[in-house]
Nanobody, 118 residues
Framework: QVQLVESGGDLVQPGGSLRLSCAAS????????MKWYRQAPGLEREFVAG????????SYADSVKGRFTISRDNRRKTLSLQMDNLKVDDTAVYYC???????????WGRGTQVTVSS
């Protein structure tokens, strides 16, 4: 059974930091491009960050560049997102996504809530 389970979401003050994790199981993790998305209330889900299968290349939305860092551990089958200097606009549910290389296969987690508020 395929599972992506996010954790680490919390309430944090502006300027604070959080580290999100995504634990994968049920599929061959190192064959999948991994991404983080987020969805704020009333808005569409948007891309946040992505990492290639070997972790060698990373991409970020302009809104998070320089503040967020994506990483993966293929041995532990985990994806992480270090979020620093958080802003109120970062408030959203954060989702982990796996995309199969050269296929249409994709998996989503159920999300973890991040709230940035003073």
């Amino acid at each position: 059974q395929v599972q992506l389970v996010e954790s680490g979401g919390d309430l944090v003050q502006p300027g604070g930091s959080l580290r999100l994790s995504c634990a994968a199981s049920g599929f061959t993790f190192h064959y999948y491009v991994m991404k983080w998305y987020r969805q704020a209330p009333g808005l569409e889900r948007e891309f946040v960050a992505g990492v290639t299968i070997d972790g060698g290349r990373k991409s970020y939305a302009d809104s998070v560049k320089g503040r967020f860092t994506i990483s993966r551990d293929n041995r532990r089958k985990t994806l992480s997102l270090q979020m620093d200097n958080l802003k109120v606009d970062d408030t959203a549910v954060y989702y982990c996504k796996a995309e199969g290389m050269g296929t249409d296969t994709e998996y989503w987690g159920r999300g973890t809530q991040v709230t940035v508020s003073s």
